[in-house]
């Protein structure tokens, strides 16, 4: 140990010092912060303030001041420190980690933790001083060594794994021996040291598996409930991880895991089990061992989703009030991001073309809804025991689908007409969980639940009529659209669709509406949400409601608080998106433009909640077309006027000194998204705008197509390309100027998953120009076809895979270029033919399909050898069409009959490759 002594009078000054620190007084905080200052230059600073840490005949909480205060200055200032000094404060702190004040020992243990955060080989033998003690008779001892264990282990755990296996392996061994200790301290310590090495699959963990799994198998019943706590912790990543090792008692462990979830004196250690049976159900091969276990399983989670009684004595004052007059607090808003626009396709596949089916959504995830208040339910932003308890429902019925209703319908049906509202409540949960993985099974029961929800929405209770909203917007689409199975067994005519239509959507829309100005702001916040839901399915099955609808958001405009605001917002753009051009009648324009108009002029351009009444604003001007002409120049102008400011103060912040919070690029990406969208509605209407507004649009695109963020030059792509839709001649003297940056975008330059949108809108807007320029097109298609055939074939640098989304913006642009320049891109057709095919097969069939389809045929003629090895590829992709012109057809059955005869003997074998499905399609159409 280091001889260095401090001197007495600064070690009195900075333990005076310390002990102010906690001071109220500004006068006295000052003081300490001028002193602290001049003491931080001293080298020895770091030996003084673990000097104070020792220090016995302080209080605890003084010396624990001073080792966080250590830590910190350890964080920033270690690699300048002198080694004595250094060396001297290891001493110091291994001895304090033993000491018998918990808040030191706690320090001690932080201490160590940053020291070795920084690299294991800065303090290697600090793991066996601290292994030793635990060994110690003395329980402060332990404790305060496995303290600092916990933090390295979860701090270290992979350096631990990866730089010291051997010593891994031995200090697991040690702390399963802890399991058992009297100290519950140390025993939830040793779980949870060993718990951070499951994820990873250490060596050291896995050779001590058998006895990792039996020593909690032993703690299942402790008394404590952070032991509880933490041995649920391990079962859920053992399950995740390790299933086989649960497989041998998993009777056991399902008991446990029961008797954890069900015990409502503890949500902590409850909400860890419920982890369990959500990470259970998500696991595909333990599905039939899961299966058994349902009518035990589902009672608890029903239990788990009525609202706990601490719940509700935050919930049940608010939820009870009429307080829609009551204005939001900023904490009552959570920060809102704009997604910028990114150009996709619809899919459909070829089973639902078959059923006439509407398509679905391959990137749903059932689970992670929950996350973001899905409930309706916003009281706690954390995870709790009832959104964990109801997203494990929600699994269950996807993994089970109808196999579950005999063990849920019972209970379900106990819920829903329970006396008390608490019960009822928690039953129209359960049933919205359910909807998507249950809704065959669930249908015969709808025509008599439908009702039963709807007036539900009239319930006394704030809470029921909020989550009867959220409950009705996941089985909407059956009151309106009702599957194939079912129109065919009850609404087999037009007639009885109607009839359909008129028992359940019209009382739906009509009384959701009631709800959405309602005086509970959380009612109004569900019914809103679930009113948009319904606009999504609906969609033009709206039109006998829309004069309804719109009065309705009208009001709302003058009712709601600025939270909800944000919600009104998306039910309008989504309306605009749903029903398009029936809102261009007058009465309409007249109702929706006006509460719109007025909030425009209200608030400011660089405030965050001008966000949402942009993205509405956006969807408002595609559905009204031309008819938004009245509003247009206004919001073009505020539009560049918002993008050149921010572009400006990024440029040179210090010209705004005036200017505290930086604006950041989001106001950018939101008002280039609003170009877009009227660019969209107005058509060539909007070329005035485009070329007589300052700062012009035209010069601004530059800057944003160059920006360091991607969300900016993905929106800066996407207007790009709405404009050569919609005011090509006043774009096409700047093309020069647009293309090389275009054809520079085309390529993953690294790994950044922001990157893919930016490419898959300069893909689109290239084919977008491409069709405009026709033969002019022709200088750049060289460049454009080596970055984009790369694209489509999966060529790119560090084995970077091409998204879904971008192959098939790249084969449409492909397919675009082949259509104006045949003669520069067939040649090239037996390189992606195959690929391109790939992409195409199963997007909806429209008019960008068909253009890119088009311009394959002319290449076709041009190059027919090019197809012959691809030949299975281009007949699966021309069958799968649906809905095509009859141009396009006759342009198939021209090169399809061409093949037949043309090729002679080489047609056979060509034929036989295609699948007899495919055959006989091509067949019926095109008499093969």
């Known amino acids: 140990m280091s001889s260095w002594q401090p001197r007495a009078e600064d070690l009195q000054l900075l333990v005076q010092l310390l002990k102010d620190s906690t001071s109220s007084d500004n006068t006295v905080q000052n003081n300490v912060r001028q002193q602290l200052e001049t003491f931080t230059k001293i080298p020895e600073y770091p030996n003084y303030l673990a000097c104070v ?344 019925a996807t993994v089970y689908e109808n196999d579950l209703l005999p063990y849920l319908l019972p209970r379900l049906k106990e819920e829903l007409f329970h006396q008390e509202w608490v019960h009822r409540e928690c039953g129209i949960l359960a049933l919205g969980a359910i909807a998507e993985g249950c809704l065959p099974g669930m249908m015969p029961h709808l025509p008599q639940l439908v009702p039963h929800l709807i007036s539900c929405l009239r319930d006394a209770q704030p809470l029921v009529r909020a989550i009867t909203c959220w409950t009705l917007g996941r089985y909407a689409g059956w009151t309106v659209e009702p599957p194939v199975t079912w129109r065919n067994q009850f609404c087999q005519t037009d007639e009885l669709l109607h009839q359909h239509r008129d028992t359940y959507f019209k009382p739906l829309v009509l009384t959701l509406l009631q709800n959405v100005l309602d005086n509970n702001k959380r009612v109004q916040e569900a019914a809103c949400s679930a009113l948009a839901t319904v606009e999504e399915d609906a969609t033009t099955h709206l039109a006998p409601f829309l004069e309804a609808i719109l009065s309705t958001l009208s009001m709302a405009f003058g009712k709601y608080q600025d939270k909800n605001l944000l919600i009104l917002y998306d039910a309008v753009g989504t309306l605009a998106d749903s029903v398009g051009g029936l809102l261009r009648e007058e009465r309409f324009i007249h109702i929706l433009m006006g509460p719109l108009h007025h909030k425009w002029q209200m608030i400011q351009d660089m405030e965050r909640g001008i966000f949402p009444l942009f993205e509405c604003m956006s969807s408002v001007a595609v559905a009204l077309g031309p008819h938004f002409a009245p509003f247009s120049a206004d919001v073009w102008q505020r539009c560049l006027r918002i993008i050149q400011f921010t572009l400006q103060y990024h440029q040179n912040p210090q010209a705004y000194p005036t200017i505290h919070e930086e604006p950041d690029k989001d106001f950018i990406v939101v008002s280039l998204d609003l170009l877009s969208g009227v660019a969209q509605g107005m058509g060539e209407q909007v070329q005035p705008l485009v070329s007589q507004f300052q ?210 003997a080489q047609w056979e074998p060509m034929w036989n490759n295609v699948p007899l499905h495919i055959k006989q399609r091509l067949h019926d159409r095109y008499g093969l």
């Open 53 to 396: 840490m020792a220090m016995v005949e302080l209080e605890a909480s003084t010396r624990a001041i001073a080792g966080l205060t250590l830590k910190n200055y350890l964080r920033v200032h270690i690699a300048n420190m002198q080694s004595a000094a250094l060396e001297f404060v290891k001493s110091v702190v291994v001895r304090v980690v033993s000491d018998d004040q918990e808040p030191v020992r706690a320090a001690a243990g932080s201490i160590i933790t940053t020291i070795l955060s920084l690299g294991l080989a800065l303090w290697p033998e600090v793991l066996n001083v601290l292994v030793q003690l635990i060994d110690s008779p003395q329980i402060d001892a332990v404790e305060g060594a496995f303290g600092a264990l916990q933090k390295i282990c979860e701090d270290s755990a992979r350096q631990l794994d990866n730089e010291q296996p051997q010593a891994l392996g031995f200090m697991i061994q040690k702390f399963l021996q802890h399991f058992s200790s009297p100290s519950w301290k140390v025993r939830a310590a040793a779980i949870q040291c060993c718990n951070q090495f499951v994820v990873m699959h250490s060596q050291g963990l896995m050779v001590n598996m058998e006895a990792y799994v039996q020593g909690l198998y032993e703690r299942a019943g402790d008394e404590d409930p952070h032991v509880r706590k933490n041995v649920c912790q391990a079962m859920v990543m053992i399950l995740e991880n390790v299933p086989e090792a649960l497989i041998p008692q998993l009777d056991n462990v399902v008991k446990f895991m029961l008797y954890c979830t069900d015990k409502q004196a503890d949500d902590e250690v409850a909400l860890e089990a419920c982890e369990f049976w959500l990470s259970f159900a998500e696991q595909d091969q333990l599905r039939d061992n899961l299966e058994k276990y349902l009518p035990d399983v589902i009672p608890v989670l029903l239990k788990g989703m009525v609202y706990a009684e601490d719940d509700l004595i935050i919930l049940i004052q608010e939820a009870e009030a009429d307080d829609a007059a009551v204005p939001d607090g900023p904490q009552d808003i959570k920060p809102r991001h704009h997604k910028a626009r990114a150009h996709a396709f619809e899919h459909e596949s070829s089973a639902q073309q078959a059923a006439g089916g509407a398509d679905g959504n391959e990137d749903d995830d059932s689970e992670s809804d929950w996350d973001e208040d899905e409930d309706g339910e916003d009281v706690y932003n954390e995870w709790n025991l009832r959104k964990c308890s109801a997203a494990a429902l929600d699994v269950f």
């Open 695 to 904: 700062p012009p649009v035209l010069s601004i695109l530059p800057v944003c197509m160059h920006d360091n963020i991607s969300a900016v030059r993905q929106s800066a792509f996407a207007l790009l390309g709405d404009l050569a839709i919609s005011a090509f001649p006043v774009l096409k003297p700047h093309l020069n100027q647009y293309l090389p940056e275009l054809i520079d975008q085309l390529q993953f330059k690294n790994d950044d998953p922001t990157e893919v949108s930016v490419i898959n809108n300069a893909a689109w807007a290239s084919g977008e120009i491409a069709l405009k320029y026709e033969g002019e097109m022709a200088n750049w298609i060289p460049n454009l076809l080596e970055r984009l055939v790369r694209l489509l074939n999966n060529r790119n640098p560090d084995q970077i895979v091409t998204p879904k989304a971008v192959r098939e913006n790249a084969a449409i642009t492909i397919g675009r270029l082949g259509f104006v320049c045949p003669e520069l891109v067939a040649p090239h057709l037996s390189t992606f033919i195959a690929a391109w095919c790939e992409a195409l097969r199963d997007i909806r069939d429209n008019l960008e399909k068909e253009s890119a389809f088009q311009g394959l045929c002319r290449m076709i003629k041009l190059n027919p050898n090019g197809v012959i090895d691809s030949f299975v590829y281009f007949c699966d992709a021309v069958a799968l069409w649906q809905r095509l012109s009859p141009e396009l057809k006759k342009e198939f059955e021209t090169i399809l009959v061409g093949f037949k005869t043309g090729f002679g």
